[in-house]
């Protein structure tokens, strides 16, 4: 299986990954290739918002309302008494 040595990791950076993987009862090579796993897996994230709309309410997400018929408009109201 390949391998990769990651230089010049900020020891902060380093520290963090140690306890997150603790916390999680793994080791920090371990805890690292989840982390780039789940990273690189995740979807990709809409430019836009018009595209986030699409793709929370496109149409695969549609709904078809039963709208009703349109009447005709009321006569205007009269201001002048």
């Not at 306890?19 to 999680?24: E, G, L």
Request: hydrophobic share 35%; no cysteine.
């Amino acid at each position: 299986m390949p391998s990769i040595t990651i230089r010049n990791l900020d020891k902060t950076l380093k520290e963090r990954l140690r306890v997150r993987a603790a916390r999680h009862g793994r080791s920090m090579e371990e805890e690292a290739r989840i982390i780039l796993k789940t990273s690189l897996a995740a979807k990709k994230k809409p430019r836009t918002m018009a595209d986030a709309f699409r793709t929370w309410f496109g149409p695969k997400h549609g709904l078809d309302l039963k709208l009703p018929e349109r009447q005709p408009i009321g006569a205007p109201p009269d201001f002048r008494r």
